[in-house]
Every structure is written in C-alpha cells, then in structure tokens.
C-alpha cells in the first residue's frame, strides 16, 4: 500500500474512535468482528486503479474525502420532499431509513405475520445478538474488499429479515433509505447493512430502494448478505436513485442451499459514481439463479457493475443479463465472471452484457469472463457495445416519425425485455416512467404509446 493510500485509510482509523466507545456497549463478539474488520481495512486500504477488478473506476473522490456523520433533518421539510419524489408505493410492509437511521414514523409494519422478523439491525444487534452472530459478516466480512470491511466496522443501522422455514410471505417487504439534508452541509457517509436469512421451503420478496433528495453529496456504503436455505425462493429488486452528486458503492453477497432459486434484479439511473459488487455462491446441487440488471448513465456519471457467480455444486443453473444505456460522456463497466468448481458437473451457465451507446463521447468497458474447472458443462457469455441501426431510425423516419421520437423507441425497445422480467407491477411502470423521462422526446413517445 502506497503511503498516500495508506494516509487516506488512516483518516476512518481515526474516525473510529468516536463510535468506539457506544461500541463498547454491544456483545464480545460484536466488538471483535468491528475491530478485526478495521484492521483488514487498514492491511488493504482504498482500492486504486493498479488493482485488476478497479482499473476502470477512481475511487479516489471517496479515499480524498473526508466524510461527516449526517446531521438532523427536518421532519416537516422531509415529508413535503417526500410528496413530489418519485416512489414506488406497493401498499406493503416496509422499512425506512433516513440518513442511515431508522424512521419508525415513516414505516409501516402492521401487515407481517408474528411469525416473521423484520427489524431494524441496531434494534437485533441490541435486543438478540446470539440470532444474527451466526449468519452477520460470514457471508460478507470484507476480507477482500475494504468498502465491505469498512462497512463492517461502522455499521449502524440496516435490515434484518428471517423468514423462518415453510413460510410463505405474500406481500413485498420494501427498504427504503433516503439521503436528505441541506445542500450546503458537508459531504457525510452511511453505512447501511442489511441481512436476509430465509429458511427452507420458504418464499420472499425484497424491494430495496436508495433514493437522493435534493442535489447533496455524500457516500453510501452498503452491503447486503442473503441467505437462501434449501428450496427456498426468493426475488430481491434493487432501485439506485441517489443524488447526482453521491458516491454509492454496494457490495451484495448471496449464498445459495439445495434447490434454492434466486432472482435479482438491479437498476442504476442516479449517482455521480456507483459501483455494484455483486456475487453469488450456488452451494447446494440444485440451485438456481437470475442476475439481472439495467443501468441507465448520462451526463459525466460512472456506473461499475462487477458480478461473480459462483457454482460449487453439480446440477445447478444461472442467468445473467445486464443492458446499459448510455448518453454524453458518460462511463460504464461490467466485468461479470462465472466460476465453475471441481465436481460441480451438469453446469447450465450463461451470461449476457449489452450495452448501447447514443453518443460518440460515452465508453463503455465490458469483460465477460469464465473460470471452469469441470468438465461436463455448459457455460456462455458475450458482450456487446453498439450504436443504434440507422436503417431503423430511417424506416421511421419515413413513416412521418421524427428523430428524437424514432432513437426513442428504438431505445425503449431495446429496454423492453429488461423491464418485462420485472414482476411487480407498480415497480414495472415506474421503471417504464423512469425510462421515458430519461429518453429524448420521451414524453411525447409515452402520450403516442398510451392507448
């Protein structure tokens, strides 16, 4: 670690100290897991661009920064903020969390059967510890990544769903985390972590939104462990909507039992710089999983997706496909690996990455990648990065169809497929929104497209 890294890792060692000391209040083994994730960060500090998995994204706007805790909000001024934002309401149980803490006033969580757990983790941590120690940071320490160990280190405040087994739960569980202030404030940090363990012969679905009210620059740091037990299912939607100015990284750990199926679903159309780590461990013979995601850039935004699958089990099948739009001088990455372990036979594998570029400035750097250790499987993966077909745009043309309507449809075509395997409704169209407000001509497209 160079020493400019090392001194840039040093300012959260210093940071620590504060928080230490409500620290000392929580169970041994809490304690412990905080202060050897501290040091692991401090062995590996902020990633740079001369490791291999960061080449293409600086992180150096978060190691240069020095980061607040978030300051008090106005409740009042919240709530009118909240009117005119563009949520999804599915009419469900849901969590909310405003700069990183829990809002009880805005949660509603009436609706959930006695039988599951859905609480806040500063209220698990405090009240049963002995249910999270086996299951918090095992999935997700941060033993290679120091956005995740940092995370483990000052984690407050986050999630925590069991789901105990042959349960059924009806309704979409949402987890909502805002970030508000004044724009004036200084840039401040959170640190969100949510754990999701859901027992055999059960069912679940999350919808996790990270949304940014008013132009504010701060990070999000949040990771996110799921335990899916044997035949178990669970579909889990992730909506990024931060400022455009916040820095967010996520790191998200699935770990996958017997016969399990797991389908995720990630959206990206805010932050100035994002990066998602994504990875999947197929554990158990009979395991299936969907990776699915869309991310939309513009202006001088970068959006890195790094996704890992994982088969360490025979008979197990996985799905991947990521589709990017780009405009401006916008930046995105997708570096997906498949890894297929000695001894897991009968792989069913394939991964996709498409991206389309509607301008000459943006980039887009792509690397699908296999890793295959056994030899009877069946693995593909391709990427693609394109412009929009000429031909296409003047077929419409012809018929009376201006440009910017034309290169719309074409790029809501090339959406479609995406938004479609959405299987929430309300979720479904506000992406379908999102897409059209983004799009030149959009709502023009939309009021012709409406019957």
Known sequence: ???????????????????????????????DLR????????????????????????????????????TQVDPRELAERLKRAPLVDLESPKMV??????????????????????????????????????????????QDNAFSALNTSFMIDGT??????GTVVED???????????????????????????????????????????????????VVELSAGENSVVDYYRLQQE???????????????????????????????VRNGLSAVLGGEGADTTLNGLYLVSSRRLVDNHTRLEHAAPHCNSRELYKGILRDKSRAVFHGRIVVHPGA??????????????????????????EIYADDVKCTHGATIGQL?????????????????????????FAKDMIGQVRLEPLRQQLSNLLFEWLPQGRLLKEAMVP
């Open 172 to 222: 979409p569980i949402q987890l909502l985390y805002i970030s508000f202030g004044s724009e004036a404030q200084d840039p401040f940090v959170t640190h969100p972590r949510n754990l999701i363990v859901v027992e055999p012969n059960s069912q679940l679905v999350v919808f996790e939104t990270h949304l940014g009210i008013g132009n504010l620059a701060y990070l999000t740091n949040s």
């Open 35 to 70: 202060r050897r994730s501290l040091e692991r960060f401090a062995e590996l500090g902020f990633p740079t661009i001369r490791d291999e998995d960061w080449r293409y994204t600086n992180v150096a706007p978060i190691a240069r920064t020095t980061f607040q805790a978030p």
């Open 97 to 142: 969390f405003v700069n990183g803490a829990f809002s009880p006033e805005l949660s509603s969580l009436q609706a959930l059967s006695p039988a599951l757990r859905v609480s806040s983790l500063s209220e698990a941590l405090a009240e049963s510890p002995e249910e999270l120690e086996p299951h918090l940071a095992r999935y997700s320490g941060g």
């Open 160 to 165: 925590f769903i069991h789901v105990p087994a």
């Open 345 to 370: 036979q009968k792989t069913d594998s394939k991964q996709t990455n498409s991206n389309l570029l509607l301008s000459d400035e943006a980039l887009v750097n792509t690397k699908p990648q296999l």
């Open 243 to 273: 400022s455009a100015e916040a820095l967010h990284v996520s790191t998200t750990q699935i770990q996958q039992a017997g016969n399990s199926t797991v389908r995720s679903h990630f959206i990206d159309v805010g932050g100035a710089l």
């Open 1 to 31: 670690m160079t020493e400019a890294v090392k001194a840039e890792a040093e300012t959260y060692l210093a940071n620590f100290e504060g928080p230490e000391t409500a620290f000392r209040r929580e169970s041994p083994w809490l304690r």
């Open 389 to 413: 077909d000429e031909e296409a745009i003047f077929y419409l043309r012809s018929r009376g169809i201006s440009k910017e309507a034309a290169c719309s449809m074409l790029v809501h075509g």
